[in-house]
C-alpha cells in the first residue's frame, strides 16, 4: 500500500486530521509511559493516524492483550489495518464517541491523538465521555497539547474538560523536538460523565412528564 502523509491528510481533511505532522518518537514514549500498558488486557488508542503511537503501543502491551485503534479518516484507518499486522490489533474506522461499542469491555489505558483543539465542542464533549465511560477502574488515560495550542480557548476548554471528568489530571513536561512542541496529559479516576448525569436526567425528565400525563 502506498505511503500515506500525516501532513497531506491535514491539508485534504484538517477537520479530521488535526496534526500537521506525525507525532515523534519522544512524544509516543511520553504518551505510553507509566500507564499500566505492561499488565493490560484491554487498551484503546483514539486516532492513531499514521501509527507512531500504535508502534508504541504495541512494543508495551503484553502477548495476549488486545489494542483497539479507532481512526475516524478512512484512508488512515485503512493504511494502518494494511500495515501493522500484529494479531493483537483491531483498526475501526469509525468516531471516539463510539469507544464502548468498538472496544466492546472495560477498558485499562487509554491513549488518544485526537486534534480536540479543532473538534466541534459536542463532538469533543461526547469523545471525552465516551473515554470516562469507557475506563475499567484504576484505567488510565493519556493525551497530548501542542504547546503553542495551550492558553487559547479551546485549549483551556480542553483542560477544564479533564478536570471535569477526573479525579486526577497531571500534565508531563515540554516535549520539545516534536513537531509543533506538545505536552501530555495523564487522567485517571474517572468521575461520573456529563453523558450519564444527561442520561439520568432526561430519564427522570422523561418519567416525570410520563406521571404528570397519568
Known sequence: MAAVSITTQFLRRPLMTGAVAASSRRLARAMTHRIGLEQARLAV????????FTDALLRLLPADARLVSIELNPRLAAHLAATRRDPRLTVVNGAAAELAQAAGGPVDAIVSGLPWTVMPARERDR?????????APGGRFTTFAYLHAAWTPPGRRLADG?????G??????VVWPNVPPAFVYR???????ASGAHR???????????????
Not at 469523545?127 to 475506563?135: F, H, N, R, W
Not at 487522567?187 to 460523565?193: D, E, F, G, H, Q
Open 127 to 135: 469523545s471525552l465521555d465516551a473515554v470516562g465511560d469507557g475506563l
Open 162 to 166: 479533564l478536570r471535569d471528568r477526573f
Open 45 to 52: 488508542e483514539l486516532g492513531p493516524g499514521t501509527g507512531v
Open 187 to 193: 487522567a485517571r479516576s474517572p468521575r461520573p460523565t
Open 168 to 173: 486526577l489530571v497531571e500534565r508531563g513536561p
Open 200 to 214: 439520568a436526567e432526561s430519564s427522570a425528565a422523561e418519567n416525570t412528564r410520563l406521571d404528570a400525563g397519568k
